[in-house]
T-cell receptor, first 112, second 115 residues
């Protein structure tokens, strides 16, 4: 059983398009996250939700909008995709804020 | 504000040799510290964590790390490297910011293991 799953694994799209990435966790955790890993492998947090409430919102363009329909799901919608959005996006979850985070396999987004 | 510095973006060791990956942190509050490993085209997997209990932390796959407050360090070691240890390793610090706990990663160290 996959603990944190993401779909799709790969996403190739044209500039200007709108796309979504979905994340689901079956660990019963109450906190979920989105991270962006750039081409140099640098990982940076984008958003965090606790019990469906947004608790971390880093300096991310408004084109990125997270949505958490329930504790087990956190989706990321990106409008008007730009070349610079190309990266690997990781979803993660944890129980509470201080405990270790469990990561999904990542979604490699390529914007052409 | 918190930050992590990983010295050496690339470390190469021979199989059977000691692995030492360096991590220094900065945090205005007592930190929780983590080491994660990322194998090619995969997500991150937790190796070990420090949460203010024992300063010497043992993790999976024979790795361990020692928290040294005086040196603000949390270096990762393994006595004998295996080929399967080749991966990207990330040190991370977590500290409560008033509204939530945020995990800040270092820039990563790629470990190469040679025969």
């Amino acid at each position: 059983d996959t603990a944190v799953s993401q779909t799709p694994k790969y996403l190739v799209t044209q500039m200007g398009n709108d796309k979504s990435i979905k994340c689901e966790q079956n660990l019963g955790h109450d906190t979920m996250y989105w991270y962006k890993q750039d081409s140099k492998k640098f990982l940076k947090i984008m958003f965090s939700y606790n019990n469906k409430e947004l608790i971390i919102n880093e300096t991310v363009p408004n084109r990125f909008s997270p949505k958490s329909p329930d504790k087990a799901h956190l989706n990321l919608h990106i409008n008007s995709l730009e070349l610079g959005d190309s990266a690997v996006y990781f979803c993660a979850s944890s129980q509470g804020n201080y405990n270790e985070q469990f990561f999904g396999p990542g979604t490699r987004l390529t914007v052409l | 504000a918190q930050s992590v510095t990983q010295l050496g973006s690339h470390v190469s060791v021979s199989e059977g040799a000691l692995v030492l990956l360096r991590c220094n942190y900065s945090s205005s509050v007592p930190p929780y510290l983590f080491w994660y490993v990322q194998y090619p085209n995969q997500g991150l997997q937790l190796l070990l964590k420090y949460t203010s209990a024992a300063t010497l932390v043992k993790g999976i796959n024979g790795f361990e790390a020692e928290f040294k407050k005086s040196e603000t360090s949390f270096h990762l070691t393994k006595p004998s490297a295996h080929m399967s240890d080749a991966a990207e390793y990330f040190c991370a610090v977590s500290a409560y910011t008033g509204t939530a706990s945020k995990l800040t990663f270092g820039t990563g160290t790629r470990l190469q293991v040679t025969l």
